[in-house]
C-alpha cells in the first residue's frame, strides 16, 4: 500500500474541497478518496444522463524520453506504442514473462519522443520500476512523474459542452483517445478525451497546485449542465455496465489478455519481441481455459467478487464472478464471471451462489450497457 512516511493515508489536493463536500471517504492503494458524495445511485445517473466530475489523482504516471522511448515501450508493453501518432493514446498492457497480466495501462504519445504511460495506483510502485527495468539497453530516460500530476475527469453526454466552455481546444474534432496540450479556465493542462465510465468524457491533468481550481472552474461551468462530483463507488458501477476490466478484479497475475477478452492488444509480430511474448504466443495457439463473461439475473440480490459460478445441470462449481452490483441504468443485478469456454456462449444458463442460494442468472453479450445502441 501506498502510504506517507508516517503510513497514513495520501491526501489529493482536493481533499478539502471533498470533505467540504460532504464526502464519504474510502482508503484506496494507500489513497483517502471521495467513494460518495450522498447517493451513489443519483451520482451515477447523473454521469449516464448529464454528467459527473471525479478526483482521480490517485493514478499513477511514468514518463518515457528520449530517441529510444518507443522502441523501449514496445519491447515493456504487449502493444506497440512506438506506432501511436503524437497527440493519440492506446490501451495496453505490462505482462510477467508468463503472460500474467501486470496491470492494464493508457500510454499516451505526447511528442516525438515522450510519453505518458498512466498506471493504476495500486500498481505504479511495480509498474514504474518495471518499465525502467526493461528500459535500461535503450536510450530513453524513464522517470515516475505521478507526485508532479493531478488528475479530474469530466464524464457524461454534458462533458463536452462544459469542457468547451473553458478551454481554447477544438473540443468537438478531439478525437476518442487522444489528448492535447492547451489551457482549461486559463491554466496549462493536458486534455484527454478518454474515460472508465462508457460515456463521452474527458481527463484533464494538471500540476497539483492548480486542481482546485480547475474543480471550481468545471463545477461552476457544469451547474447548467446538471453536473455533480462523483465518487469511486459509482465509477465502479458504470464501468461494470460498460464491461470494463478492473484491476485485482477481472484482470490480475494469474490471467492473460487472452483469458479478458483483450487478446486484441497483444502484437505477437514485433521484430524485437517483448516481455511474455512466448507465453502469449503459446495460450493464443492452445486457447484460454477460462474467458470472461456477463451475467445478469432475474432475482433481487447482486453476485459479489468470489461468488462461485454453478453449472445448474450437475451442480458442479465451474467458474467466479470477479465485480458484481445492481444495475442501476440496467435495474437488475449484473456481474462478470470466468467460466470454461463450453459454457461461455450468450444465452447460456448457469446460477450463482449467493451464500449457499443459488440464483439463477443468464451470460449476455459485454458490455451490459452501450451509449451508442
Not at 505521478?146 to 473553458?166: F, H
Not at 477544438?170 to 472508465?196: E, F, H, M, N, W
Not at 486542481?211 to 449542465?225: Q, R
Not at 490471467?255 to 477478452?261: L, V
Amino acid at each position: 500500500m501506498t502510504t506517507t512516511p508516517s503510513g497514513t493515508p495520501r491526501l489529493t489536493p482536493l481533499h478539502d474541497v471533498h470533505r467540504e463536500l460532504g464526502a464519504s471517504f474510502t482508503d484506496f492503494a494507500g489513497w483517502q478518496m471521495p467513494v460518495r458524495y450522498g447517493s451513489e445511485t443519483a451520482e451515477h445517473r447523473a454521469v449516464r444522463t448529464q454528467a459527473g466530475l471525479f478526483d482521480l489523482t490517485h493514478m499513477g504516471e511514468i514518463e518515457l524520453t528520449g530517441p529510444g522511448a518507443g522502441a523501449a515501450l514496445d519491447f515493456a508493453l504487449v502493444g506497440r506504442p512506438s506506432a501511436i501518432g503524437v497527440g493519440r493514446a492506446r490501451y495496453s498492457m505490462i505482462c510477467a514473462e508468463d503472460g500474467g497480466i501486470i496491470d492494464d495501462l493508457v500510454v499516451y504519445r505526447l511528442a516525438d519522443e515522450h510519453f505518458m504511460v498512466v498506471a493504476n495506483a495500486s500498481n505504479v510502485a511495480v509498474v514504474a520500476p518495471e518499465i525502467a527495468a526493461r528500459a535500461e539497453k535503450y536510450d530513453v530516460e524513464v522517470r515516475d512523474t505521478s507526485a508532479e500530476w493531478a488528475l479530474l475527469a469530466v464524464q457524461g453526454p454534458a462533458s463536452a459542452a462544459i469542457v468547451a466552455e473553458l478551454t481554447e481546444l477544438d473540443v468537438p474534432s478531439l478525437k476518442y483517445y487522444a489528448i492535447d496540450a492547451g489551457t482549461l479556465a486559463g491554466i496549462d493542462v493536458l486534455l484527454a478525451r478518454t474515460g472508465y465510465t462508457g460515456e463521452d468524457g474527458f481527463e484533464v491533468y494538471c500540476r497539483p497546485a492548480d486542481a482546485a481550481a480547475i474543480w471550481a472552474a468545471l463545477s461552476k461551468a457544469g451547474e447548467a449542465h446538471g453536473l455533480i462530483p462523483a465518487g469511486l463507488a459509482c465509477r465502479d458501477t458504470l464501468r461494470l455496465e460498460a464491461g470494463m476490466p478492473l484491476y485485482g478484479h477481472e484482470l490480475n497475475r494469474d490471467i492473460t489478455p487472452f483469458e479478458a477478452n483483450l487478446g486484441r492488444v497483444v502484437v505477437l509480430d514485433k521484430p524485437d519481441g517483448f516481455v511474455g511474448q512466448d507465453a502469449l504466443a503459446r495460450r493464443k495457439e492452445e486457447g484460454p481455459q477460462r474467458v470472461l463473461v456477463g451475467l445478469v439475473s432475474s432475482g433481487r440480490r447482486s453476485p459479489r467478487a468470489g461468488y462461485a459460478v454453478v453449472d445448474p445441470a450437475t451442480g458442479a462449481e465451474v467458474g467466479e464472478v470477479t465485480s458484481g452490483s445492481p444495475s442501476p441504468t440496467l435495474e437488475r443485478p449484473i456481474a462478470m464471471a470466468y467460466v470454461p469456454p463450453s459454457l461461455a456462449a450468450v444465452g447460456t444458463r448457469l446460477a450463482v451462489s449467493l451464500r449457499g442460494t443459488l440464483e439463477d442468472a443468464e451470460i449476455v453479450g459485454l458490455p451490459f450497457y452501450n451509449r451508442n445502441r
